[in-house]
């Protein structure tokens, strides 16, 4: 079955930086997009940064861009977000999820809880 | 960018149907597909409709999606509630530059 298990969560100061990792398993990982998705506590989802299975092409929301890099490593299933420069608004939990096409995402990983905090 | 708003919270009583509108900002609603996603507390969401109006598999026939170009507007439908669909729902599209919006969420409370 289908499985994204987040990881890399924790606390960090604010101007430091963090990479989350997504495990992903029971599909062929390179056949598909994967997005990050955060939540604020208390909040709702927020979209943060898609890369696609073609040309591993990326596009990011404007209040993560220039901070935040996603990237892929297709041989060892492994989605990774890589985030610089954190501002306490970053706190959140952040979901991998798969997107088998443009349109939409099928399956969510748990989450992993970002929180920074000086 | 455009947003996508939703009524911050609906209730109804077992059995019956409850409707949640997802109201685009700017840019068609016809252009682009919408999702919803539910999401039960301490719990990570899940995919109710793609596409507009399509099932995952696993999804009850309960749930409906459709869109109105009129009010530029995207509904989902839940018909016969019941206690587990007690959950917030969130709209979700998209744009031509691969920037994907979720709407403010809508609390669904099954009296």
């Known amino acids: 079955q289908v499985q994204l298990v987040e990881s890399g969560g924790g606390v960090v100061q604010p101007g430091r930086s963090l990479r989350l990792s997504c495990a992903a398993s029971?599909?062929?990982?390179?056949?598909?997009?994967m997005h990050w998705v955060r939540q604020a506590p208390g909040k709702g989802l927020e979209w943060v940064a898609v890369i696609w299975y073609v040309g591993s092409n990326t596009y990011y929301a404007d209040s993560v861009k220039g901070r935040f890099t996603i990237s892929r490593d297709n041989s060892k299933n492994t989605l990774s977000l890589k985030m610089n420069s954190l501002r306490v608004e970053d706190t959140a939990v952040y979901y991998c999820a798969r997107a088998p096409k443009t349109t939409m995402i099928d399956y969510w990983g748990q989450g992993t809880l970002v929180t920074v905090s000086s | 960018n455009f947003m996508l708003t939703q009524p911050h919270s609906v209730s109804e009583s077992p059995g019956k149907t409850v409707t949640i509108s997802c109201t685009r900002s700017s840019g068609s609603i016809a252009n682009n597909y919408v999702q919803w996603y539910l999401q039960r507390p301490v719990s990570a969401p899940t995919t109710v409709i793609y596409?507009?109006?399509?099932?995952p598999s696993g999804v009850p026939d309960r749930f409906s999606g459709s869109i109105d170009s009129s009010s530029n507007s995207a509904s989902l439908t839940i018909s016969g509630l019941r206690t587990e669909d007690e959950a917030d729902y969130y709209c979700q599209s998209y744009d031509n530059n691969n920037l994907y919006v979720f709407g403010t969420g809508t609390k669904v409370t099954v009296l």
């Open positions: 029971g599909f062929t990982f390179s056949n598909y997009g």
């Open positions: 596409d507009n109006n399509h099932r």
